[in-house]
């Protein structure tokens, strides 16, 4: 079987929580290392117009969004299994909640505190991308907001952790572990002592902290872009299912679709090759990298048709 490949940045949470998962289920894998901000010309190629981070990839298969990510881990490594005790819509549940209530307010009590140093290409680029002000100034004028957010997601986590369990859904390491993790994570990496002046860093939740971060990053070997791209040229995507007759979006087959995304506005176009209640898949051809099929979960993306597409654009400039 093809080693997983993961393009991403070291500094990236949503990878720190990939690397986890990598780590839980004891893989070897390939790390592709991204630039932080765009241009990403070796990752273009292979994703459709999708433009977040990490991306995994697996022969001519991309998969965005780390909770299609681990669904996929999973499927094809389904030992240790991220999703234990029959849990995997809470686990997939609860992930969402962290990552969408914590990944910003976090981030920005991180740059309140080292704001200075981060280049202002990043900061327009994310201003331009999340319309969200990473810059120091910024950060600090809401830190007090953003402390109060986080602290009160924290008291959840610590709810969780009250009957002395070594993970938030039990015994075993969970999805919902890696998620809520990844962003505390960066703010102490990046924080440091102040971290725990801001926010509630109890015991608990310190050592629940340790056993995620035991789990490790599996091992761990380079791979160049041009690599990445020569193995989806010279592979197949793998056979999918097709489009389920009944499904939601109404689109068949072989149509040329748009991905819309809940929080973004990414350019993302392909041909509908697959759409079932896991995943939306579209196929996707460049020179460089070939015929891939760059796959979606379902939740926080729709697919559209391309008038469709177009016709929100048409408002959207009007
Ligand atoms: N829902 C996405 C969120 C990923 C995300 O927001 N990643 C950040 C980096 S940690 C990102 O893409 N930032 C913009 C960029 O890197 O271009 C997921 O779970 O993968």
Same mark, same amino acid.
């Given at each position: 079987m093809d080693q997983p490949i993961l393009h991403h940045y070291d500094l990236s949470p949503f990878g720190e929580k990939v690397r986890l998962a990598f780590g839980h289920k004891g893989l070897a894998w390939r790390s592709v290392e991204t630039p932080i901000w765009p241009p990403r010309p070796d990752t273009v190629p292979l994703t459709a117009g999708y433009r977040r981070s990490p991306v995994l990839q697996i022969g001519a298969d991309i998969y965005c969004d780390t909770a299609l990510i681990f669904a996929e881990l999973e499927r094809r490594f389904p030992e240790p299994t991220l999703y234990p005790g029959g849990q995997a819509g809470l686990?997939?549940?609860?992930?969402?909640?962290?990552?969408?209530?914590?990944?910003?307010?976090?981030?920005s009590i991180a740059t309140s505190i080292i704001g200075d140093g981060v280049p202002p290409e990043f900061i327009e680029d994310r201003i331009a991308f999340m319309r969200h002000d990473f810059s120091k100034d910024a950060s600090v004028r809401d830190l007090s907001v953003n402390r109060q957010r986080v602290s009160a997601q924290m008291s959840h986590l610590a709810d969780m952790l009250r009957d002395g369990r070594a993970f938030l859904l039990g015994p075993g390491a969970s999805a919902a572990d890696l998620s809520a993790y990844h962003t505390l994570w960066f703010v102490r990496t990046h924080a440091g002592a102040e971290a725990d002046r801001l926010l509630p860093f109890t015991p608990a939740i310190l050592q629940w902290m340790e056993r995620v971060?035991?789990?490790?990053?599996?091992?761990?070997?380079?791979?160049?872009?041009?690599?990445?791209?020569?193995?989806? +040229?010279?592979a197949d995507p793998e056979p999918t299912g097709g489009v389920a007759v009944d499904d939601p979006s109404g689109l068949e087959a072989g149509e040329t679709v748009a991905i819309r995304t809940d929080d973004a506005n990414d350019p993302i176009r392909g041909v509908l090759v697959a759409a079932d209640p896991r995943e939306l898949v579209? +196929?996707?051809?460049?020179?460089?990298?070939?015929?891939?099929?760059v796959h979606f979960p379902r939740f926080g993306y729709s697919a559209v048709s391309e008038e469709a597409a177009d016709t929100k654009k048409t408002a959207a400039a009007a």
């Open positions: 686990a997939a549940i609860l992930s969402w909640w962290a990552d969408t209530t914590t990944f910003l307010p976090a981030a971060s035991a789990l490790g990053h599996g091992e761990r070997s380079p791979l160049s872009a041009e690599d990445a791209l020569r193995i989806a +040229r010279e579209i +196929r996707h051809e460049s020179e460089r990298g070939g015929t891939v099929h």
